[in-house]
DNA sequence: AAGGTCTACGTTAACGTTAACCCAGCTGAC
DNA sequence: GTCAGCTGGGTTAACGTTAACGTAGACCTT
């Protein structure tokens, strides 16, 4: 299935009057290209009534300013690149769009590089190829935190912005308080009346996990709970049930943190396997809140995060960063949001 | 949480040698600037010994020609477009970076514009910007066929190539045989022994929607059996679990064929609200093998698509209509898998 | 009225690359 | 020896845009 068109543009230019130049809008409006340049740049130096003829003849001549010469000349980019994970996790992905979306409306074309493993050598190579674009300025979406030593001293001088990445790489980012939603989670299990809540952790080297290990285990020694070694996992429904079968063969356990929607699932997987009900006899609480996790069985309580606004404001501060003015509220941290839906309840009498 | 670099490169060029052009290249290695051009681009004229010196100080010069300017002396693009949906459903978001990574192989810049509703207006918009970018050919990645009299005859003059959308646009693209595997799906139900298969089927205007309806309604003609009306859904789990209640209020319904994994889901969850134990007295048969599918309860029974593949091919099918040699396998058609799990089982003996 | 400021333009010369054409020397054929 | 054809180059002039500078007239100031 596909749609065709023209297979012409292979050879135009010059002799075809749909792309017209500078030069033919200055001859047709009786100006020099100097004043059309300057109506097309909004800068003054040019009478409205002036202004206004040009305007209607680049209307009529289908005018478009050519990107590359004007590229060429000023040494500047209209474009931004993007450097992501290639995958279909929920977060990195909405955040592309976000990112995209935002910069697109802030007047710049975007270069994506999808890069299956984030590594000192494919973070430069995409570096590479991204100045040659060329673009402005680089925002990665890179997930892991094992990517830091690759994005601490890259040697291209792009003016580069990293969503996700330790704090000690550079400066702050539109980032989410981890901690401090792991900590909510972690309490609203314990106020349910759960002894102790046991976590399944991010992998070991991506950002958020460390974060949210960090608050789990601060709402667990404020509480002075136990706290269990938390299990780690690698984002994905089967690392979650295997997680879930061992922790299953403890008998104690009623509650479980894991550290996204997906190992939530996993868990949810490993508890019906065993004969386990949910919420009955083991509570579960996920994180993201992903397009399905309301229809998981039994509905998945979660922590909703807004990926959209994380990559707009990456956008945003990584423009800043090459001087563009931008909204004074960046820098603050986008707050996440406990769903509480069919997987938490009070554990079973014999264990409370 | 970030990683920051060098807030250089606002100004420099001309006194800068760290962006070498042809010319100092052409100095230093004691030729004129048509020399290096020539060896730049791989042409004749030069000699062995000449291309070899010119070679070693470009490496030395670190010197990396200038996209623009040969943008604007050739007008010809070095970058592909890429318009997408901006969904994060499975199949969509790897498609994307099939396409993205062929095409970053096949030596192209990519240039992706994501879009929230697919329209007439949007799709010309984002036309528009592309074409000054520029880009030498576009790919549509637009699962909606509703988007289809929007595509049939855009303005602009870029080739363009749309992935999933219906053929009577143009010519054929790398596609998915969806039609035989809903078949093999129906046909799968029908030898475990269901009298009919019902089906949630995608959105209408969705292109795999008509074509998923059509082999399951030929398969179940074939066999001679009723072809009960399909329910449409729109790709959520929430559609899905609609579905699958309305569905269990009949009571002769044994075997639930949902058009995507996420649908599939929504109607095990109906199951489970009502009761109705997978696959003892209901099977549930998805499509496209999402990462997760094999972790609902019970796995999931679904049908893999290789999207990663059909980006790819989508990719070297543009590429031909700009006069590039692409492998020759590109118009075969990818063939979908069965993936036989644990939610499909004969019916009850009841209904038998 | 002479000088000083503006405002609204115009001229010139690049930016880095390549298409089109030119040329010098060598080889071999006659 | 001379002419055609090849090989391995070089020269020139753009591509479309804008920075830097120039300038002519209008409008004050004193």
């Given at each position: 299935m596909t749609a065709d068109h023209t297979r012409a543009g292979e050879r135009r230019r010059q002799t075809d009057r749909s792309v017209a130049g500078i030069a033919e809008v200055a001859r047709t409006a009786g100006v020099s290209m100097m004043t059309v340049s300057r109506v097309i740049n909004d800068r003054p130096g040019v009478g409205d009534k002036t202004r206004e003829r040009v305007r209607q003849v680049m209307k009529d001549l289908n005018f478009q300013p050519n990107t590359s010469a004007r590229a060429l000349k000023t040494g500047k980019a209209s474009a931004v690149g993007i450097i992501c994970l290639a995958t279909t996790l929920y977060g990195p992905a909405v955040t592309l769009f976000g990112v995209e979306q935002a910069?697109?409306?802030?007047?710049?074309a975007v270069n994506v590089i999808s890069l299956n493993t984030i590594t000192r050598a494919t973070l430069e190579q995409a570096m590479a190829q991204l100045s040659q674009v060329p673009v402005a300025v680089v925002v990665i979406i890179s997930p892991l935190s094992s990517s830091a030593e690759s994005l601490r001293d890259l040697p291209g001088k792009l003016p580069t912005l990293a969503v996700w990445a330790p704090t000690d790489v550079g400066m702050s980012v539109a980032a989410v308080d981890h901690q401090h939603a792991a900590a909510a989670v972690t309490q609203h299990l314990l106020g349910l009346g759960h002894r102790t809540v046991h976590h399944v952790s991010g992998p070991a080297g991506w950002t958020g996990t460390e974060q949210r290990i960090e608050g789990w285990r601060t709402a667990l020694e404020a509480a002075g709970r136990p706290v269990p070694p938390p299990i780690e996992g690698d984002w994905t429904a089967r690392s979650g049930f295997e997680a879930g079968l061992r922790l299953l063969d403890q008998p104690d356990v009623t509650a479980v943190f894991a550290a996204n929607d997906q190992m939530a699932l996993g868990v949810l997987r490993a508890a019906r396997v065993r004969r386990v009900e949910v919420p009955g006899q083991l509570s579960i609480v996920g994180y993201d809140d992903g397009p399905d996790s309301a229809y998981y069985s039994p509905p998945l309580t979660t922590v909703r995060q807004d990926f959209a606004l994380i990559g707009e404001r990456a956008l945003w501060l990584a423009l800043a960063k090459i001087g563009h003015s931008t909204p004074p509220?960046?820098?603050?941290?986008?707050?996440?949001?406990?769903?509480?839906?069919e997987t938490t309840a009070p554990p079973p009498a014999t264990l409370r």
């Open positions: 910069a697109r409306a802030a007047g710049y509220t960046v820098d603050t941290l986008v707050e996440p949001e406990l769903i509480v839906r």
